[in-house]
């Protein structure tokens, strides 16, 4: 997915590597808070260099912050947010984007040429001919601002982001770009760690501009960007119109919970974790929820960081008046709406009229926080042990709470377990079902350069490959999440990936799978036949040898022997083959010329006028000339001419691309 510039991998992103962040990600939320921070801290910071670098705009603030652990910190986050090393989205918004944190455009192009600068033998050999060209002429890099690439082009490019010159070009950029978002951030003045680890997560993905721009919202709340903290960026990034949008709330979160567990200060002493779901809610986020409907709704609560059923009612009240679906539990579309009723109507600047004493600004433990006052309302309830709602609670008697269950787990069936399809299959359907319904079920390919997959669970293939379509159901107040990975191995139709047979092959002997699927291929590609590639010999393969050996008037015996063998080499010989014509315009004729090709028994001869289309006029059968003479052009008017190659036998008709176009002019 693109935002503002930069490249993002879906709503679901790429998860090839930094598979100890995922699981900490997805694990967190059944844990103490603290036993995450330390996995965090654990997978995140050992090991890492604590340096000071001092910045001219704010020499004070910038000297206290550790910028080698705040990159490092960083890095791992994104490269768990965007792909691996030999990553490929073929297109990506309308262009290429690669590696490990999924480089766009024409910077995808600044990349591929300091890899092919590293190794130009490997690199031409990796890409081919035509594309390693491309790649290392391109001046203007801009250009691939709008390249997009093949299945095969993808593959190729994959094998080379795959090497080691690949590997040590991208870590250099890599850390180049990342610091680069940190200093960004510290040259606006934000020196929260966890803040700036945030802020590289937004310029990465919405780019300089976007980050900046929440960083802006995140400074006009506190008073300023050195008071800004991971909470308030979290939050300000949640209502901002593009990175808050939909899709992208899982990002925002999953970095959010990262950067809490780093060990670094990350949110104001009467702030604390912000939740992402029911049971992060339950957890640690029970305090923001009844800090904030506090300060959003007056609901009185005592802050005691345990979701009672005081905490319930109020969360129902805050429902009904948001026009949401009224349970009483804190789920994601209730605690983002909580962060943009509280972001956008609150302020977490001093206001004027209230008192900043250091006596009075310290909230106690117990004390609901309201952002205009310092001292509890009389009205608060203080006893941490009172569960049940006070008098002057706003209540809503109609509202009922459901009692606390454990919950229902959720299972997800394909109608198949795997598919196997070719390259040049059309989009099928994936059915899957859920034993609670439809209800939120999402779908993504693990390799984009594979198959897509779209909201729908429709699949595209791009390539050949192996890749997964995971299917996910996500948790609910009453049913847990599921998962379900669904392989597709998608087989190449081009009979040159496969080996040559060098025997006959028919069904009761012991075939090679790879030489089955050259004659798989060579049969779609010669013939059209229905059939996957799979390297499989059945009894379809037998009536379809034999059919086609039937239409080019051979023995029809099944049997692949020398002489179908020979006739397909050759007949595939003649289908790859380009043509090269020239021309030669006279008084007489204008004349067009071809090199003799032994592989072929026809030559056509088309021709065109300005706006029209290509008309065979003549098909040449005696192999010995190499010219024709079009007497029918008109003296004086402009045509343009293609050859091709073409192979019959019997009945079936081979024909070889066009040749590039030359233009002749009668005199």
């Known amino acids: 997915m693109l935002v503002d510039g930069r490249s993002d991998k879906k709503a679901d992103n790429n998860y090839e590597r930094s598979d100890n962040i995922s699981s900490d990600i997805s694990s967190d939320r059944r844990v103490s808070d603290e036993d995450g921070k330390k996995r965090f801290r654990t997978a995140a910071i050992f090991g890492m260099l604590l340096t000071v670098l001092l ?6 603030q910038a000297a206290q912050v550790q910028m080698d652990a705040v990159v490092s910190a960083a890095a791992q986050i994104l490269y768990h947010n965007e792909g691996s090393y030999n990553s490929v989205n073929p297109n990506d918004n309308g262009a290429v984007s690669i590696g490990k944190l999924q480089w766009h455009g024409w910077r995808a192009l600044s990349l591929l040429q300091k890899i092919a600068a590293a190794n130009e033998t490997q690199a031409q050999k990796l890409l081919g001919d035509t594309l390693y060209k491309e790649v290392v002429s391109v001046a203007d890099t801009t250009r691939w601002s709008t390249r997009k690439l093949t299945s095969s082009e993808a593959a190729a490019v994959k094998k080379l982001l795959a090497t080691n010159e690949s590997k040590e070009a991208q870590d250099v950029l890599a850390v180049k770009d990342i610091t680069e978002y940190v200093q960004q951030g510290l040259r606006l003045g934000i020196t929260n760690e966890p803040a700036l680890v945030y802020f590289a997560d937004l310029a ?93 709704a007056q609901a009185g609560l005592a802050v005691t960081n345990t979701y009672d059923e005081a905490t319930k009612m109020a969360v129902a009240n805050f429902q009904a008046a948001q026009k949401l679906t009224v349970d009483g539990y804190a789920g994601k579309d209730t605690i983002v709406k909580l962060i943009k009723v509280l972001f956008q109507n609150g302020s977490a600047a001093p206001q004027p009229d209230t008192p900043q004493t250091p006596d009075t600004s310290t909230p106690q433990p117990d004390t609901p926080q309201n952002p205009d006052t310092s001292t509890p309302q009389p009205d608060t309830p203080q006893n941490p042990d009172i569960l049940e709602p006070q008098p002057d609670t706003p209540q809503t008697p109609d509202v009922e709470i459901p009692a606390e269950k454990p919950l ?6 394909a109608s198949k377990t795997s598919y196997g399809v070719n390259d040049t299959s059309e989009p099928f359907q994936v059915e899957v079902t859920s034993s609670r319904g439809q209800d939120a079920i999402t779908y993504r390919s693990s390799d984009n350069a594979v198959l897509t997959v779209d909201t729908n669970g429709l699949v595209k293939v791009i390539g050949a490959g192996k890749a997964e379509i995971i299917v996910k159901q996500r948790e609910t107040q009453t049913h847990e999440a599921a998962q379900l990975s669904i392989p597709v191995t998608v087989y190449g139709t081009n009979p040159a990936d496969y080996p040559k047979p060098t025997g006959a092959l028919y069904a009761e002997k012991n075939m090679k799978k790879q030489h089955v699927q ?33 239409k080019c008037g051979i023995t029809a015996d099944g049997i692949v022997g020398d002489q179908t ?103």
Not at 55 to 60: A, K, L, Y
Not at 266 to 288: T, V
Not at 408 to 413: A, G, N, R, S
Not at 626 to 632: A, G, H, R
């Open 204 to 296: 990465n993905q919405g780019g300089s501009g976007a980050a900046g721009r929440v960083a802006l919202s995140a400074s006009k709340f506190t008073g300023s960007y050195e008071t800004v903290m991971l909470n308030e960026l979290h939050e300000a990034a949640i209502c901002d119109s593009v990175m808050g949008y939909s899709a992208y709330q899982k990002r925002r979160f999953e970095t959010y919970q990262y950067a809490t567990g780093l060990g670094w200060t990350y949110c104001a002493s009467n702030d604390s974790y912000i939740p992402d779901d029911y049971e992060s809610a339950k957890q640690s986020g029970a305090a923001w929820v009844q800090r904030t409907l506090n300060t959003c």
């Open 518 to 550: 050259w004659l798989q291929a060579a049969l779609i590609t010669l013939d059209g036949a229905k059939i996957t590639v799979n390297g499989s010999w059945t009894n379809t393969m037998t009536k379809l040898v034999t059919s086609f050996q039937k």
């Open 55 to 60: 910045f001219p705009s704010h020499p004070v």
């Open 408 to 413: 229902e787990k959720t299972v997800l069936k």
């Open 565 to 667: 063998q020979n006739m397909l080499k050759q007949m595939l010989a003649v289908q790859a083959k380009v043509p090269e014509a020239t021309i030669k315009c006279t008084a007489k004729a204008n004349t067009i010329s071809w090199k003799k090709y032994t592989k072929a028994n026809r030559v056509y001869i088309y021709r065109k006028e300005k706006g029209g289309a290509y008309k065979r006029i003549k098909t040449i059968t005696n192999m010995k000339k190499t010219s024709f003479e079009d007497k029918t052009a008109k003296s004086g008017k402009t045509y343009y001419y293609v050859i091709k190659y073409g192979m019959q036998q019997n009945k079936v008709i081979i024909k070889s691309p066009s040749s590039k176009g030359v233009t002749g002019v009668r005199k």
